[in-house]
C-alpha cells in the first residue's frame, strides 16, 4: 500500500509540474496575441461556415461556451473538453477557426507524456 502511495504522489507532482509549465506558457501566448476574439466576432465566424446551420442566437451560444474554454488564456489543453465540445472544436479546426498542436513533456525518471492543446485562429 505505502508503494502505491508514493507512485501517486510522484505522478501528482509531475502532473502539477507540466501544468504549471504549461500554464505559463498558454499566459505567455496570450499576451504575445493582441487580438482580441468576442463572442460576436467568434458567432459571426460560426455562422460563415457552410456545414453549419445555426441561427444568430444558437452561434452566440456556442461561441460564449467556447470561449469560456479559453478564458484569458490563449489555448486550452486537449483534456478539459467534454466529449461533444471535443467534436466542435474538431469542426472549428476544419473551418479554420482553430488550431490544433501538441507538445510533449518529460517527467524526471524520463516518461513521456504528450499534451494535445488548441489555439485561436
Not at 489543453?77 to 479554420?96: H, K, Q, T, V
Not at 501538441?102 to 499534451?115: C, I, S, V
Request: charged content about 25%; aromatic content about 14%; proline content about 1%.
Amino acid at each position: 500500500m505505502v508503494q502505491y502511495s508514493q507512485k501517486l504522489k510522484y505522478f501528482e507532482t509531475n502532473i502539477i509540474l507540466v501544468l504549471i509549465f504549461f500554464g505559463k506558457r498558454s499566459i505567455d501566448m496570450y499576451n504575445e496575441n493582441r487580438g482580441i476574439m468576442t463572442v460576436e466576432s467568434l458567432a459571426t465566424a460560426i455562422n460563415e461556415i457552410p456545414d453549419l446551420e445555426l441561427e444568430r442566437q444558437e452561434s452566440l451560444k456556442l461561441s460564449h461556451r467556447i470561449l469560456n474554454y479559453f478564458g484569458y488564456g490563449g489555448s486550452v489543453n486537449d483534456f478539459i473538453l467534454e466529449r461533444d465540445m471535443r467534436g466542435i472544436f474538431y469542426m472549428l479546426e476544419d473551418a479554420g477557426l482553430l488550431i490544433s498542436h501538441n507538445e510533449e513533456a518529460t517527467f524526471y525518471d524520463g516518461k513521456r507524456w504528450t499534451l494535445f492543446f488548441w489555439t485561436l485562429n
